[in-house]
């Protein structure tokens, strides 16, 4: 489900440029999801339903890494997930998607 928020999310911000934050609406504050501007534009930083990105990197990663264990390869879950996590732009979630890949290549050479 929290991926599938994030992919609502990021549909709604690109396609109809409209911001669903469920944080604002269930706590009374705002998500931290603006990033920094790159080349003039201000870059956005899905979070799902975590409050900032790198709860949402923080949350979803050890669900992948479960999936991962439990069925031994990597499925289209995983691939997506993953791929959320790396999309929102957060320190934490390249190094945990990075430490995740690491793992993936030491187990896959043995």
């Known amino acids: 489900m929290h991926v599938t928020f994030w992919i609502i999310q990021l549909i709604t911000k690109y396609a109809l440029d409209y911001h669903i934050d469920p944080i604002e609406y269930f706590v ?3 998500q931290r999801i603006w990033g920094p501007e790159i080349f003039g534009i201000n870059i956005y930083r899905m979070a799902g339903l975590a409050n ?32 959320t996590v790396v999309l929102t732009f957060s320190p ?6 990075f430490s995740f890949m690491g793992i993936v290549v030491v187990r896959e050479k043995k």
């Open 28 to 30: 009374g504050y705002k």
């Open 52 to 83: 900032e990105p790198s709860g949402y990197a923080i949350t979803v990663m050890p669900l992948i890494y479960l999936v991962y264990l439990a069925n031994g390869k990597i499925g289209k879950l995983i691939l997506v997930s993953l791929v």
């Open 92 to 97: 934490l979630a390249f190094v945990l998607a």
